[in-house]
Nanobody, 124 residues
Framework: QVQLVESGGGLVQAGGSLRLSCAAS????????MGWFRQAPGKDREFVAA????????RYADSVKGRFTISRDNAKNTVYLQMNSLKPEDTAVYYC?????????????????WGQGTQVTVSS
C-alpha cells in the first residue's frame, strides 16, 4: 500500500495561486492512477482531478477546468496540483489519493490510499 503525504496548502487571496504536492512512498508509484479530491465543511468529498500512470490521460472536475493542472513526476514519486485563479469556493481540505489500476476513475470509492489532507483557504 502506498503512503501519501500532501503539502503546499495555505491561505491565499482570490485570484491567487497555490501548488500542492503529494509525495508517495513505495517503488510502484508509477503503476498508480493518482487523484486529487477536496472536502469543504459540511459537504461531501468531491473529485478535483486525476492522472493516469504515464500522464497521458487526465480528467478534471468541471468546476476547476482551465484553472487547475494536475501533473506527476514518477522519478520523484510525486503528483502535483497547480491551482490558479483561485476562488473562495475552492476553500477545502485537499486530499491526494492512489488507485492501483490502469483505469482512471473520478469516484472516491475507486481509490485505496489517501493522504492526511492539506487545507486550502481562499479569501475574498
Amino acid at each position: 500500500q502506498v503512503q501519501l503525504v500532501e503539502s503546499g496548502g495555505g491561505l491565499v487571496q482570490a485570484g491567487g495561486s497555490l501548488r500542492l504536492s503529494c509525495a508517495a512512498s513505495g517503488r510502484t508509484f508509477s503503476r498508480y492512477v493518482m487523484g486529487w479530491f477536496r472536502q469543504a465543511p459540511g459537504k461531501d468529498r468531491e473529485f478535483v482531478a486525476a492522472i493516469s500512470w504515464s500522464g497521458g490521460i487526465i480528467r478534471y472536475a468541471d468546476s476547476v477546468k482551465g484553472r487547475f493542472t494536475i501533473s506527476r513526476d514518477n522519478a520523484k514519486n510525486t503528483v502535483y496540483l497547480q491551482m490558479n485563479s483561485l476562488k473562495p469556493e475552492d476553500t477545502a481540505v485537499y486530499y491526494c489519493a492512489a488507485r492501483p489500476s490502469a483505469v482512471l476513475t473520478t469516484t472516491a470509492e475507486g481509490y485505496g490510499g489517501w493522504g492526511q489532507g492539506t487545507q486550502v483557504t481562499v479569501s475574498s
